[in-house]
């Protein structure tokens, strides 16, 4: 799959709460090959400092060229990002690793934890565009509190599947874990799941699934410096006492073949 470096112009910045944003970059030919589950590796600054790229999964994607990227503010790098204006360049890279298998003919169960969230638009979108109808899927969302979900909610909406939400502090939806969600309810026969959040609740949906026969695809988060497999910095224990490197066979597994960092 063709892999792009470009300089992408901000077309917008969102602030969605304290530290959640969402950011909008022209950035044509990524955008025209990036498949849900892909990240894009950002330079934050043309300069030198922050050196390294940042890795960002890809929110959504638009047929105008654009793309866009889900993020809280962690550390100078993010920082930089939530401060850029309309117009700035910045170096992008991608899209890379392994995105989400879909299956037109298999019902959905689309889960998204925290940050988690951020890959499952473009999963939700590209899910209904391959389906004649997506009326039998359902998304469960969750988050800490209702001003971190509630922001996106109209977009996940659109699609017209089922949409279920779950926060910690009981302010938007189920007030718990998406797992509990998971757990009160008749998932779709012959369904697929495909997750992305914390790795506890990765864990717990993975858990469900195993004792329900239902096939679940998530996606995980790891540190990268390349993007590439150059690095090794992404290095994780799979099954079998092997070592799978997120950047390059992820960052999308079958849930079945990972060891959990629990």
């Keep these: 799959m063709s892999q792009y470096q470009e300089k992408a112009t901000v077309a917008r910045v969102e602030q969605f709460s304290a530290t959640n944003y969402r950011l909008t970059l ?27 790229r940042r890795p960002f ?23 930089i990002l939530a401060h850029v204006r309309n117009g700035e360049e910045l170096s992008v890279f991608g899209p890379l690793g392994k995105g ?6 298999a019902p959905s169960v689309i889960v998204g934890g925290g940050l988690g969230i951020a890959p499952m638009l473009f ?17 469960v969302l969750g988050a800490r509190q209702k001003s971190e979900l509630a922001p996106l909610l ?9 949409l279920l939400t779950a926060t910690d502090d009981g302010s938007l939806g189920h007030h718990g874990f998406v797992t509990e969600v998971l757990q009160s309810i008749e998932m779709p026969l012959g369904c697929i799941v495909y997750a992305c ?16 026969g239902i096939p679940c695809q ?36 079958d849930a079945e073949d990972l060891l959990w960092n629990i």
């Design 197 to 212: 959040g914390p790795e506890p609740m990765m864990f717990g949906v993975n858990e469900i699934c195993r004792a329900q």
């Design 100 to 105: 989400f298998r879909l299956n037109p003919l």
């Design 57 to 79: 999964s890809i929110h959504q994607t638009s047929k105008g060229g654009r793309i866009q990227i889900y993020f809280k503010v962690v550390g100078r790098g993010t920082d």
């Design 26 to 52: 022209d950035c044509p030919l990524i955008a025209e090959s990036a498949k849900p589950g892909q990240f894009v590796m950002i330079r934050t600054s043309m300069g030198k400092d922050p050196l390294l």
């Design 218 to 253: 998530v996606s995980v988060e790891s540190v990268m410096a390349c993007g590439m497999g150059a690095c090794l910095g992404c290095s994780r224990p799979a099954k079998n006492g092997t070592y799978t490197h997120v950047c390059l066979n992820g960052p999308v597994y």
């Design 123 to 139: 999963l939700a979108k590209e899910n209904c565009r391959v389906k004649k109808s997506c009326a039998d899927d359902l998304i």
């Design 154 to 162: 109209d977009d996940f909406r659109q699609f017209g599947q089922r």
